[in-house]
């Protein structure tokens, strides 16, 4: 009455760590596309402020030296 036991089944084939393994990669995979998507998202913004920031500055330059020269010119 010996019994045989299958050792097939108390450990898992080998397919099963390499499926785990491929998904685990693609889970990654797509987090870190997530992250390079928002990252470019967050620069195009930064980007976009700096621009407007430079503009701006850009005006007001010229504004002071418009009051400037307006206050030269008049004394």
Do not use: H, W, Y
């Not at 299958?6 to 693609?26: F, G, I």
């Not at 997530?34 to 998202?41: R, Y």
């Not at 976009?48 to 418009?66: G, P, T, V």
């Amino acid at each position: 009455m010996t019994s045989k036991t299958d050792s097939s089944s108390n450990q898992p084939s080998t397919s099963e760590p390499q499926d785990a393994r491929s998904e685990l990669a693609a889970q990654l995979d797509d987090l870190l596309n997530t992250l390079s998507n928002k990252f470019a998202g967050v620069s195009s913004e930064i980007f976009a402020k700096m621009d407007e920031m430079s503009r701006r500055l850009d005006n007001l330059e010229a504004q002071l030296k418009a009051n400037a020269e307006k206050n030269s010119a008049s004394k």
